[in-house]
């Protein structure tokens, strides 16, 4: 069983900077990638940003030179970094572990809120 829980959300100006964390609890090794989505008001719920197993990374190009997703194997944390924020980066952002085994489904997190504006 994978559980998720994120945290770091809040208000922000634009040009600002937040950082959003992941906690992962469950068996670890079941995750094939981690992945960070967005969903605005609405919108369809997007991928911004994925790394694997490996350490690769994937961007939208929406959020690529802006966003940075890294983790920390020690405290099993995934983490977004969003700079030059933009009020279209308003939404709420979740944390989904993808493809877990055994049966290859994606685990959410409850979602936090990013909120950018002056």
């Known amino acids: 069983q994978v559980q998720l829980v994120e945290s770091g959300g809040g208000l922000v100006q634009p040009g600002g900077s937040l950082r959003l964390s992941c906690a992962v609890f469950?068996?670890?090794?079941?995750?094939?990638?981690m992945g960070w989505y967005r969903q605005a008001p609405g919108d369809d719920r997007a991928l911004i940003a994925s790394?694997?197993?490996?350490?690769?990374?994937t961007y939208a190009d929406s959020v690529k030179g802006r966003f940075t997703i890294s983790r920390d194997n020690r405290k099993i944390t995934v983490y977004l970094q969003m700079n030059s924020l933009k009020p279209e980066d308003t939404a709420r952002y979740f944390c989904?572990?993808?493809?877990?085994?055994?049966?290859?489904?994606?685990?959410w997190g409850q979602g936090t809120q990013v909120t950018v504006s002056s």
């Open positions: 989904c572990a993808l493809r877990v085994a055994p049966n290859n489904v994606n685990i």
């Open positions: 469950g068996i670890i090794s079941s995750i094939d990638a």
């Open positions: 790394i694997s197993r490996d350490g690769r990374t």
